[in-house]
């Protein structure tokens, strides 16, 4: 198993507030990786770490060996890495087919409730519509042209019905052992239907508290 990037000994700091407290986070290829825990876990932080909308005040980011600490959030998505967080995630001046061009052009969009909507700005969905779109970014990400190497998403089922949410971790999972990526996902509890191999590990208060395999932490 190769580790495609890596915190190493991390600490973030908001303030006077420290939300990671040098913490040490390998993130293996072709595997979906689960950062667990509540709000205020750290875990929004570690992942926004790894993709540069936050600086380190002590700590390296490794990304295949090379250090990529001093890496703006835009260079990191120009090697490959691609961050999809919890709000604010789509442009909503911008119509859903502008979004989706941003990412690759003329791709059809992989959720089929978008197609209708493709004229229609981002600003006017529904919360799940805009995760949808927000979402088809990592995953229109891992084709031939744009080859995303890092995914990294914050709660990839907010606001979705239960049969999207569904749909939407069989193809992050599958941007891992079928595409090759280190798919990151920041989540309350472990979802449903994720594949063998997938990691988890469970932050609390900027520290790691567990790391195995889902079934170890049940």
């Known amino acids: 198993m190769s580790i495609e990037i890596v915190l190493r000994a991390a600490r973030v700091r908001y303030g006077p507030l420290e939300a990671l407290h040098g913490l040490d986070l390998p993130v293996p290829a072709g595997t979906v990786t689960v950062l667990l825990g509540r709000n205020g876990s750290g875990r929004t932080t570690a992942l926004r770490a790894l993709a540069g909308t936050v600086r380190l ?57 978008l197609v209708p909507l493709l004229e229609r700005t981002a600003g006017t969905l529904s919360g799940g519509e805009r995760r949808m779109l927000a979402l088809s970014r990592a995953l229109l990400a891992a084709d031939a042209r744009a080859r995303a190497r890092v995914v990294l998403v914050d709660e990839p089922s907010l606001g979705l019905a239960p049969p999207v949410a569904a749909r939407t971790y069989d193809r992050l999972a599958a941007l891992a052992v079928e595409g090759g990526a280190a798919v990151v996902l920041a989540e309350q509890r472990v979802p449903d239907g994720l594949p063998t191999g997938t990691l988890v590990h469970e932050l609390r208060r900027g520290s790691l508290a567990f790391s195995g395999e889902p079934a170890e932490l049940a």
Do not use: I, K
Not at 74 to 103: I, W
């Open 57 to 113: 005040s002590t700590g390296r980011v490794l990304w295949r060996g090379a250090d990529v600490t001093r890496l703006s959030a835009h260079e990191r998505a120009r090697r490959g890495l691609c961050f999809v967080p919890d709000r604010q995630a789509v442009y909503a001046s911008l119509t859903v087919a502008e979004n989706l061009a941003l990412t690759t052009p003329g791709a059809p969009p992989p959720y089929p409730e």
